[in-house]
């Protein structure tokens, strides 16, 4: 209940007074109220969205608040009917509702009221209601939020949206609260408390937490030190967390087998044509030797899991250029009808994009795992003994998990890192090992675990960079470890390219030709580049081998990176939007290379992996073994003009 309001007075009975064990009994007085703010309302005419319920469909008893073509519905069953009543209030998208409906014997009443949002005008408010034909029943069904089960036991009609501070009431003789939940306490867990009764819920498929709430007015953007303002919970009819599917079969890894990205393979007898390869990765034997390890991108395999931009009927979908196909048969479902994205993504449900034939539906290529099993063929075909690690096991295992290697290799676009992968890589470069950064738009978003009780849930999209909602950052820039930023073929730096401190990266290479002109998408600069920046922290004793040419204005600059956004931020306008090859020697005796191009692995296996940046990546890799953990101390650098 509002505080201060003293307006509400219902009277009820109870029929019949005394029962026996087993018997129903009908509450003559109930009253339910709640905040709700919807994301989607212009739906189609038959679709509900449900907010409240306890309806059972079979015995039509109980009752639901729905959401039907932006008008309020209130359903109330009487044992012989379910009772269809709606309102004529008209629901404004992202705007709060404080929503009171009430129950008394054959009457139902219900008021709806717009909070105002700072000086703007709310509609007026609603106060409606209707007489039942017969007493309504309430029964003893499950109380639900954002879902109920109108027409069977299979729940249904889901709502998008924020729901906040719903509670309910019996009235008698005396008011009794049978629950007030709050939606504020107990985030970090998938229970929701409640006052009274011990009436406590179970969240299911992961919802939004720690998400602004009806009350919010801004003084506190931290949810964890606010007392109030966070008391709502974001509800996506997309958000899927375990899929609880059943075991089919089991395999047993060999205990001699290597580390690495594994597939089952699954064929249909008719058609057989039809097959899926279901992906999972295997940690390195204890008893590997290898100083080299490729780090798969497993929590940005997740963020981008089942992404599905392509789908131009939603509002989350990717502005598609002109001449550019969208592959029809990739129905992937991470992007939710309301055009929100799921801020958890899980391991245990289907991936479809984790496969080793994906191919991107609007760049037409292999993107993140698909792509980065192009570099694990090089280091099959170069013979080089490697390890195969995930940000999984870094983030689990800290230091202890890069310990026995000299030369880490990234994934093609290891965007997402929680503190402790970062700092992981952090120690590992202290200790003097070395870095390939073989990919773009790295080390950039905020990822975490939900290590206990759900180690198979990751968090995404915490903070605002790049496409996101805010500007935290809770680390310095990448480019203080990695070299490059955010932001075709590469022209070669032909300043550095002939000095004999960097010869031995460019042997084999014909440097008066551009770069990895060849491969998927047209060349080894692609996709998300990252540039060199000293102002968002790239070293002072980084060495530009290379850059990128100049790029069409399909590419832009991010927005941190650009006081006005509509000013010289593009391709054609801007000689920041580009993606740079960069080599710089750590203080501890390690080194890093970087690409800055997700593109980099596309056109790594061009003619065989027979190429010119097969030849550099080979170069580079080869001298980090041969240096093993800091001893770059025989290169000669110092010699080496930096650039301005």
């Known amino acids: 209940m509002p505080p201060n309001d003293s307006s509400v007075q219902i009277i009820g009975y109870a029929e019949p007074w005394i029962v026996s064990p087993g018997d129903s009994v009908d509450i003559k007085g109930h009253e339910v109220e709640f905040y709700v703010q919807s994301y989607l309302i212009d739906v189609e005419e038959h679709r509900r969205q449900n907010l409240v319920s306890c309806l059972d469909p079979t015995f039509r008893t109980g009752f639901a608040v729905v959401l039907r073509q932006s008008r309020f519905e209130f359903l109330v069953g009487t044992g012989d009917n379910v009772e269809v009543f709606q309102s004529s209030f008209a629901v404004n ?85 049978i629950a007030q939940y709050d939606f504020s306490q107990g985030i970090s867990t998938d229970s929701i408390g409640v006052s009274g009764d011990n009436r406590h819920g179970v969240l299911v498929n992961a919802p939004t937490r720690a998400v602004k709430g009806y009350n919010w007015n801004g003084p506190q953007p931290d949810w964890t030190k606010a007392t109030y303002g966070y008391g709502a919970i974001h509800f996506h009819e997309g958000d899927l967390d375990d899929a609880k599917w059943s075991t089919n079969f089991s395999i047993t890894i060999p205990s001699t087998a290597r580390s690495g990205a594994y597939a089952v393979e699954l064929k249909c007898l008719n058609p057989e044509d039809v097959y899926d390869m279901v992906t999972f990765f295997v940690r390195p034997n204890p008893e590997s030797t290898a100083n080299v390890a490729l780090v798969l991108t497993t929590f940005t395999y997740l963020a981008y899991a089942n992404e599905r931009m392509f789908d131009q009927t939603r509002s989350s979908a990717m502005a598609i250029p002109n001449g550019v196909s969208i592959g029809s048969g990739n129905w992937y479902f991470e992007n939710l009808d309301n055009g929100r994205i799921s801020a958890f993504r899980p391991t245990i449900r289907p991936i479809l994009n984790v496969r080793p034939g994906y191919v991107h539906w609007a760049l037409d290529r292999p993107r ?104 935290a950052k809770p ?40 770069l990895g002109e060849n491969g998927f998408g047209g060349g080894a600069s692609g996709d998300e580049i990252d540039h060199l920046d000293y102002e968002l922290g790239s070293p002072s004793s980084i060495i530009l081998l290379g850059t990128s040419q100049q790029y069409d204005d399909s590419f832009g600059l991010f927005n941190e990176e650009s006081m006005f956004p509509m000013v010289n931020t593009l391709g054609s306008n801007s000689d920041r939007v580009r993606s740079d090859l960069v080599y710089y020697e750590t203080e501890a005796g390690g080194a890093v290379f970087s690409v800055g191009s997700i593109n980099w692995y596309s056109s790594l296996a061009w003619e065989g992996y027979d190429n010119s940046l097969t030849r550099i990546t080979g170069n580079v890799l080869k001298e980090f073994i041969r240096r093993g953990k800091g001893n770059n101390t025989d290169t000669d650098t110092d010699n080496v003009e930096l650039v301005s």
């Open 93 to 177: 998208r992202w705007r709060w509702l404080h929503v009171r409906m009430s129950l008394v014997a054959q009457t139902l009443t219900w008021s709806i009221e717009q909070l105002n949002r700072l000086v703007e005008k709310a509609p007026a408010a609603e106060r409606g209601g209707q007489k039942l034909p017969t007493p309504f029943v309430l029964g003893s069904n499950e109380l639900l939020f954002d879902v109920g089960m109108l027409n069977s036991f299979t729940p249904s009609s889901f709502f998008n949206g924020r729901l906040d501070s719903p509670s309910f009431t019996t009235t008698g003789a005396t008011r009794r609260a």
């Open 368 to 471: 993140e795992f698909s792509a980065d099993l192009l570099m694990i063929g090089f280091l099959e075909h170069s013979g080089i003994p490697y390890d195969v690690i995930t940000d999984h096991c870094i983030h689990t295992r800290g230091p202890k998990a890069t310990l026995q290697y000299s030369t880490l290799i990234t994934g093609c676009h290891p965007e997402y890192h929680s503190l402790q992968t970062l700092d992981a890589l952090d120690d590992f470069a202290k200790a003097g090992g070395n870095l390939m950064y073989l990919g773009g738009n790295g080390f950039y978003g905020v990822a975490d675990i939900d290590s206990s009780p759900h180690p198979y849930r990751l968090e995404v999209l915490k903070g605002n960079q790049g496409c996101r909602r805010s500007m």
């Open 475 to 514: 680390w310095p820039a990448p480019h203080y470890l990695f070299g490059t930023g955010k932001g075709k073929g590469y022209v070669i730096n032909s300043q550095y390219s002939r000095r004999p401190g960097l010869a031995w990266i460019f042997d084999g290479i014909d440097v008066d030709n551009p």
